[in-house]
């Protein structure tokens, strides 16, 4: 369908003058592939075991509120999308629909936050783990949400919203351990952008780490995350998965994340307008679109494996 022009807005918007979501795309082609000579790229596998979950590529559907403001089925055809393609859904907790009628038969992931009262996340995070939630991200790099066109806590505006609602602004790195006990899944973090933060999150029990900058939608200016990734990588060193997202729209900006240090992508609004344009077809395409780009780029590029990306697969323009 055409989304209005309030939905467009509100899924492409980033924060401010936009200049972390502009320059998003652009920071993944300021680097460059050395390919190799000589490999056996005649069968290319872009297989993955992440927690347990067999992907068909490192590209995971990324948290995005209000599917249904895309297609009427929203998460539900999101879900059937993401099933097809063998990959998993990272659902939102401002998800447009109650989970229970989400076809999540595939593993799949939870985002919370953690409000100012923990009841509340409490009380969603059981209800995730009860309906399979394989593991719950934390979104860590949103203190406070910003004012939107279109209010993502339903009919609420945040205006309106009641203070229980409102993210902890205080929320200390012991909120990770609390999110482990609760639900018995590991806990992701998103919005790293620092090594030292990666570090801190990994003391504190974390799972995994996700750089992000949200989008480009909380901090304009916040470093983009093609920049990010290597240091923060380099500093968890392997001791737990390293994911990241932002601005990748193809094959490229994929083996590029990977070269950098990530164990997996995640992308958000190519999969909106993918569900606004095709439904859950559309989603499947999206995400088959980003496997077959990624293997073509890996034979190029003479990797045939995900083991065999490394660091030397890429080399920066400047
Ligand atoms: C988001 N994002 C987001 N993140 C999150 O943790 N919880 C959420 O509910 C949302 N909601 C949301 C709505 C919309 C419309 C957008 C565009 C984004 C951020 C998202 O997970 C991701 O970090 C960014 O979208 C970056 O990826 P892309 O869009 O550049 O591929």
Same mark, same amino acid.
């Given at each position: 369908m055409a989304l209005p022009a309030a939905v467009y807005a509100y899924y492409r918007d980033g924060a401010g003058e936009q200049i972390s979501r502009d320059e998003a795309t652009a920071a993944w082609r300021d680097w460059r592939f050395v390919p190799r000579l000589f490999r056996d790229v005649s069968r290319i596998s872009t297989e993955l @075991? +992440? =927690? #347990?979950? !067999? &992907?068909a590529a490192p590209v995971l559907v990324g948290p995005t509120a209000l599917h249904t403001l895309a297609h009427p089925e929203g998460e539900a055809?999101?879900? %059937? #999308?993401? @099933? /097809?393609? #063998?990959? &998993? =859904?990272v659902l939102s907790s !401002?998800?447009?629909r109650p989970l229970e009628e989400i076809p999540l038969t595939r593993p799949w992931w939870f985002q919370a936050y953690v409000l100012r009262d923990r009841s509340i996340t409490e009380q969603n995070v059981r209800r995730a783990v009860a309906a399979g939630a394989r593991a719950i991200v934390l979104t860590a790099d949103a203190p406070y949400v910003l004012? %939107?066109?279109? *209010?993502e806590a339903g009919e609420?505006? *945040? /205006?309106?919203r009641p203070p229980g609602l409102e993210q902890d602004p205080a929320l200390g *790195?012991?909120?990770i351990s609390w999110l482990a006990e609760i639900s018995g899944r590991p806990v992701v973090v998103k919005g790293v952008l620092r090594p030292e933060d990666a570090v801190r999150c990994v003391e504190a029990g974390a799972a995994g780490v996700i750089v992000s900058n949200h989008g480009g939608r909380q901090l304009d200016r916040a470093l983009s995350t093609a920049r990010a990734l290597g240091p923060v990588a380099e500093a968890v060193g392997g001791r737990v998965p390293v994911l990241v997202? #932002?601005?990748i729209h193809n094959g490229a900006d994929v083996l590029t994340a990977l070269a950098l240090g990530a164990t997996a992508v995640l992308i958000g609004r190519p999969? +909106?307008? /993918? +569900?606004?344009t095709g439904g859950a077809e559309g989603v499947r395409e999206c995400l088959d679109f980003y496997g077959r780009e990624l293997s073509q780029v890996m034979a190029q590029a003479g990797l045939a494996t995900l083991d065999e990306v490394d660091s030397s697969a890429v080399t920066p323009v400047t």
């Open positions: @075991e +992440l =927690f #347990g979950a !067999r &992907l055809a999101t879900a %059937r #999308g993401v @099933e /097809a393609a #063998g990959s &998993l =859904f !401002r998800s447009g004012k %939107r066109a279109v *209010p609420l505006g *945040p /205006a309106n *790195p012991d909120a997202d #932002g601005g999969v +909106l307008w /993918a +569900l606004a």
